[in-house]
C-alpha cells in the first residue's frame, strides 16, 4: 500500500447484501447476490483502513431499503446512504431517511442497446418531484448511467437543482476512449462544478486486473478536470461484475498508486465525502 489513508477517509460506493432470510430481495430482480452483511462491510473498512463509509440501495433490494436504514441505524456515525424510490415516497418518509443518516436518492438510467438494462431501477422521472426537498435537506443525486448517453439527458439534468454525482467514472467501456462525447460531457461538468465522478469500478470498464492499466486515463483526466469534485469506492461486494471479482485492497491501492499527490488524496478520500455527505467533522 502506498502510504496510509488520511483521517476521516470515506468508502463511497458500497453495498449491503442480507440476511436475505430477513431482508429478502425483490421479485423479480436482474441478479441475485451472495449475503453481505453489515458486520462484513464494518470489518472490510477496518481492514482497508477506511473510517467511513457510503451504503447505495442495490438494484437487488429495487425500492426496499429496509436493508440499506437497519445498516445506518446500527453505524449512524460512521456511515451515509444513497437511497432508491420515486412516487412512493412522501416528504414524511424523506425527512425520516435524513435522520437516519441518507442523503442522496439515486436514479438508473443504465442502457443497453436503449432499454433499461437493471430491474427495479428509478429513473430521473420518477424522482424529479422531490428536487425541491431534496435541495432543502442538502441531499444530491445519484446517477447510474453509461456516459456515453450523458448528453441525451442534458435537458433533464439542467432541472436538477442539487449536485449530481455520476457512478463509476462514467462507466463506458475503455475502448471507447477518453475523447468520447459522453466522457468528454462528463468533464466539463466535473470541470465546471455542475457535476460530480467517483473514481471507482475501474474493473467496470472493462480493465484488466490485476494493475487495470486502460482505465487510468479515465482516472487522469477527471482527476485533472477537478479533484474537488470527486470521492472514490470500493464497490464493495461487486455485484454483477462482468469479469473476476475484485479484491478491494487491491482497488484502494491502485488508487494510491495513480493518485500520488497527498493532497489531492486528502480531497478525494476524505474532504470531498465530508462535505457531500454530510459527515459530522472530526
Known amino acids: 500500500m502506498s502510504g496510509a489513508l488520511p483521517q476521516g477517509a470515506c468508502d463511497c460506493h458500497c453495498h449491503v447484501f442480507g440476511p436475505a432470510a430477513k431482508f429478502p430481495y425483490a421479485e423479480p430482480r436482474s441478479y441475485t447476490p451472495d449475503d453481505a452483511p453489515l458486520d462484513a462491510y464494518i470489518a472490510l473498512l477496518d481492514r482497508l483502513g477506511f473510517d467511513r463509509g457510503v451504503l447505495v440501495q442495490p438494484s437487488a433490494y429495487g425500492r426496499d431499503n429496509r436493508a440499506m436504514l437497519d445498516a445506518l441505524t446500527r453505524e449512524p456515525k460512521r456511515l451515509r446512504g444513497v437511497g432508491v424510490g420515486g412516487a412512493e415516497l412522501t416528504a414524511a418518509t424523506i425527512k425520516q431517511w435524513?435522520?437516519?443518516?441518507?442523503?442522496?436518492?439515486?436514479?438508473?438510467?443504465?442502457?443497453?442497446?436503449?432499454?433499461?438494462?437493471?430491474?427495479?431501477?428509478v429513473g430521473l422521472k420518477d424522482v424529479e418531484p422531490h428536487y425541491a426537498l431534496m435541495a432543502e435537506l442538502g441531499w444530491h443525486l445519484q446517477l447510474w448511467i453509461d456516459t456515453r448517453d450523458?448528453?441525451?439527458?442534458?435537458?433533464?439534468?439542467?432541472?436538477?437543482?442539487?449536485?449530481?454525482?455520476?457512478?463509476?467514472?462514467?462507466?463506458?467501456?475503455?475502448?471507447?476512449?477518453?475523447?468520447?462525447?459522453?466522457?468528454?460531457?462528463?468533464?466539463?461538468?466535473?470541470?465546471?462544478?455542475?457535476?460530480?465522478?467517483?473514481?471507482?469500478?475501474?474493473?467496470?470498464?472493462?480493465?484488466?486486473?490485476?494493475?487495470?492499466?486502460?482505465?487510468?486515463?479515465?482516472h487522469d483526466a477527471?482527476?485533472?478536470?477537478?479533484?474537488?469534485?470527486?470521492?472514490?469506492?470500493?464497490d464493495w461486494p461487486h455485484p454483477r461484475p462482468e469479469g473476476p471479482v475484485p479484491d478491494a485492497a487491491r482497488l484502494r491501492d491502485v488508487f494510491l498508486e495513480w493518485t500520488p499527490d497527498l493532497a489531492v488524496r486528502q480531497a478525494i478520500l476524505a474532504d470531498n465525502p465530508a462535505r457531500l455527505y454530510d459527515f459530522p467533522e472530526n
Open 222 to 234: 477527471l482527476v485533472a478536470a477537478n479533484p474537488k469534485n470527486l470521492v472514490w469506492g470500493t
Open 98 to 121: 435524513h435522520s437516519n443518516g441518507v442523503r442522496a436518492l439515486r436514479a438508473n438510467e443504465f442502457r443497453r442497446d436503449g432499454k433499461p438494462y437493471y430491474q427495479n431501477g
Open 150 to 218: 450523458l448528453p441525451d439527458l442534458a435537458p433533464q439534468l439542467a432541472r436538477v437543482p442539487v449536485p449530481v454525482v455520476v457512478d463509476h467514472m462514467g462507466r463506458l467501456d475503455y475502448h471507447h476512449g477518453t475523447d468520447n462525447p459522453g466522457f468528454q460531457a462528463l468533464l466539463r461538468g466535473v470541470a465546471e462544478g455542475k457535476l460530480w465522478s467517483k473514481l471507482s469500478g475501474t474493473y467496470r470498464l472493462g480493465a484488466t486486473p490485476p494493475d487495470y492499466a486502460q482505465a487510468k486515463p479515465f
